[in-house]
């Protein structure tokens, strides 16, 4: 049974920064993606960042690219998610996304 466990999430002022972790279990990854996404309040999910996770290579959605990192554990089955120069538009919950599986979410406020 695929699980997906996020952790990490919180307040933070404008400019500061927060580490989101996935920690992946009961699957295979092999070559496959494994990413972020986050949902703002009445706005519909969106993808932030994917990683391949024998690779490593790496996707970036517009708003966060040069802001968020994503980098991944292979021993661990865990996946990251650097996040700095927060803004309030980052405020969301976050949610790590493997195959047709989600997390249960972590919330991220962006506020002063």
């Known amino acids: 049974q695929v699980q997906l466990v996020e952790s990490g999430g919180g307040l933070v002022q404008p400019g500061g920064s927060l580490r989101l972790s996935c920690a992946a279990s009961?699957?295979?990854?092999?070559?496959?993606?494994i990413g972020w996404f986050r949902q703002a309040p009445g706005k519909e999910r969106e993808a932030v960042s994917c990683?391949?996770?024998?690779?490593?290579?790496?996707y970036y959605a517009d708003p966060v690219r040069g802001r968020f990192t994503i980098s991944r554990d292979i021993t661990r089955k865990a996946v990251y998610l650097q996040m700095t120069s927060l803004k309030p538009g980052d405020t969301a919950v976050y949610y790590c996304h493997y195959g047709a599986d989600w997390g249960q979410g972590t919330q991220v406020i962006v506020s002063s």
């Open positions: 990683i391949t996770f024998r690779s490593g290579s790496t």
């Open positions: 009961g699957l295979s990854l092999a070559n496959y993606l």
